[in-house]
């Protein structure tokens, strides 16, 4: 049965840092992994998608790796703004097509 | 990407009615679609998998009279929350995919609160 552990639980940053959010799985025979911005009180909005193939994935100031055998993937958020100040969450899929199981989060403050 | 809509995003209800929230996948037919729950400051739990055609598979911990999951379409799956109670209250949201997908796709959610 698939696990995910997201560490920090919580990060607090002054503007332009450069960021690294942990994710860690248990079933290394996963097929993808993606990566989740979700605001308060919102829904999920999906950030990045790891195929099990890719080593990485790129989107603007947000970069994703995947390291199946260590069982790890790193988001890396570059010049952090405070409009990134959000919960960012990972998941796996387990047991099924698609049948996500999610980390607890990293929820991110970036101040001014 | 696909487009999942769900369908109230807010419902405010009285202990012991039932809530009926809906989740479609617009452009896109839909084998499989998921349910989650997400407490206030928690992370989505699974709490059951809806497959059309055929009655969903419950996570082991989730009432299956309780929440009621109905596939009938390839483009429609509802869960009703039967009989509500206040410790119901969440944010339900839905996912969908299909069988040449790799990747789900999550519906806006649904806050449901039980006075």
């Known amino acids: 049965k698939q696990e995910v552990t997201q560490i920090p639980a919580a990060l607090s940053v002054p503007e332009g840092e450069n960021l690294v959010l942990n994710c860690s799985f ?13 605001d308060p009180g919102k829904g999920l909005t999906s950030l990045l998608l790891i195929q099990s193939s890719q080593r990485e994935q790129t989107s603007g100031r947000l970069n994703a790796s995947l390291d199946k055998s260590s069982g ?41 | 990407g696909a487009v999942v809509s769900q369908h109230p995003s807010w419902v405010i209800c009285k202990s012991g009615t039932s809530v009926k929230i809906e989740c479609r996948s617009l452009d896109f037919q839909a084998t499989t679609m998921f349910w989650y729950r997400q407490f ?35 483009t429609l799956s509802t869960l009703t929350v039967t009989s509500a109670h206040p410790e119901d209250s969440s944010f339900y949201i839905c996912s969908a995919s299909n069988r040449g997908n790799t990747e789900a796709f999550f519906g806006q959610g649904t806050r449901l609160t039980v006075v």
């Open chain 2, 40 to 74: 206030p400051k928690q992370s989505l739990m699974l709490m059951a998998t809806s497959n059309e055609g055929s009655k969903a598979t419950y996570e082991q911990g989730v009432e299956k009279d309780k929440f009621l999951i109905n596939h009938a379409s390839l």
């Open chain 1, 26 to 38: 248990t079933d290394s025979a996963i097929y993808n992994l993606q990566w989740f911005r979700q």
């Open chain 1, 72 to 112: 790890r993937s790193t988001l890396y958020i570059a010049a952090s703004q405070p409009g990134d100040s959000a919960t960012y969450l990972c998941a796996g899929p387990s047991g099924g097509y698609n049948k996500l199981i999610f980390g607890a989060g990293t929820r991110l403050a970036v101040h001014p």
